[in-house]
């Protein structure tokens, strides 16, 4: 019971402190570029333009839903769509508006688990699903950037620099997506485990390597959710790159595809509370990067001032918007657990 309480008290402490850290940079970074510029381009900003913004957002979660739904289905999880729909829609809101990073994918393993065994299943096919979206966006990034290197559109120096960036990036994943789904690597694995004679973790390897088993026996079907993931991430760019037309900012959209995964990965820092802190302060830096707000038809009009407030409400935007279409799931969390509740009385 102490230690129960000690553990509850630490998660209270270190929430809060994530809290204040986020808050602090936040408003650090509204101070330092200017209150009433930023407020004034929310306030300018179209809103025929933020709406489709949010369409885009909402048909993200869409595409994700149908992405985890095929994840679970590979695994012989007989959860329907609308269910993995709700589940998902309520595990974003849950991730953006209560404490912790991880509550989400948590009420997705609870809701796909069916039976004793379906646990490993289901973290297996919500762990992918994660991987295979960051996957998706880091290939976006090198293909973007590639293109734009060969058409010679933008200064070639700088990106050549950001292909080399995302490039490692993209370079990071594809390596933990081989070391997860590939037969030898997990022999040469499991072998290592068994000569440092650690038997439970020898066992523990077993299992995940039999559920991730199933995955490897069906790639094509794996790359098909690749390619629903990649219609995925195209959508929430999109989401990004309607908030610039709102504010009336005309930007390359490459920029677009190297830098949100930058911030979506930033997104997952722990100082970060719901997907606020980190992500916005880092969308800022990089939005006031030379020539990138610069980069589109005509230039951007303003003086320096009024590019840091724009950058900074660019990097706001599209967070505000999330967080907006996000509360319809919390509308399905709320109904959900009521109904559930009812059953059980009712049994």
């Not at 595409?63 to 007989?78: F, K, T, V």
């Not at 509550?103 to 699903?129: C, H, I, M, P, S």
Request: hydrophobic share 55%; net charge positive; proline share 3%.
């Amino acid at each position: 019971m102490i230690a129960s309480d000690g553990r509850a008290r630490k998660k209270k402490t270190w929430f809060w402190l994530r809290l204040l850290a986020a808050v602090g940079l936040l408003w650090w970074v509204v101070q330092k570029n200017g209150q009433g510029r930023i407020l004034e381009e929310f306030r300018q900003a179209h809103i025929a333009w933020v709406l489709a913004a949010a369409a885009m957002f909402f048909l993200s979660v869409v595409g994700g839903a149908y992405q985890w739904y095929l994840l679970l289905r590979i695994q012989g999880i007989g959860m329907g769509y609308r269910a993995c729909f709700r589940a998902y829609y309520s595990g974003m809101f849950l991730n953006n508006f209560l404490p912790g990073t991880v509550g989400g994918d948590a009420l997705r393993v609870y809701e796909a688990k069916q039976g004793d065994d379906g646990w490993g299943r289901a973290v297996a096919a919500t762990f992918l699903d994660r991987l295979i979206g960051f996957f998706s966006l880091s290939l976006l990034s090198v293909i973007a950037v590639a293109i734009t290197l060969l058409r010679r559109t933008l200064d070639q120096a700088v990106f050549r620099h950001l292909l080399y960036a995302v490039g490692v990036v993209f370079g990071i994943f594809m390596l933990v997506l081989i070391l997860l789904l590939s037969r030898r690597i997990a022999s040469l694995v499991h072998a290592l485990i068994g000569w440092a004679g650690m038997k439970w973790l020898a066992e523990a390897h077993t299992r995940m390597q039999g559920i991730l088993l199933v995955y490897r026996a069906r790639w094509p079907e794996l790359l098909w959710v690749a390619v629903i993931s990649c219609g995925v991430q195209i959508l929430r760019i999109d989401v990004h790159w309607f908030s610039a037309l709102a504010l009336d900012v005309r930007i390359s959209p490459v920029f677009f595809f190297c830098f949100i995964p930058v911030i979506a990965l930033a997104g997952v820092v722990p100082l970060n509370v719901g997907g606020w802190g980190i992500p916005q302060s880092i969308g800022t830096y990089l939005y006031t990067l030379p020539g990138v707000l610069e980069s589109g038809v005509g230039g951007f009009p303003g003086g320096p001032d009024d590019l840091k407030a724009t950058a900074v409400a660019l990097a706001f935007l599209p967070s505000v918007v999330g967080l907006v279409v996000m509360l319809g799931g919390g509308g399905y969390f709320v109904v959900g657990r009521g109904q559930k509740q009812e059953k059980a009385v009712a049994k």
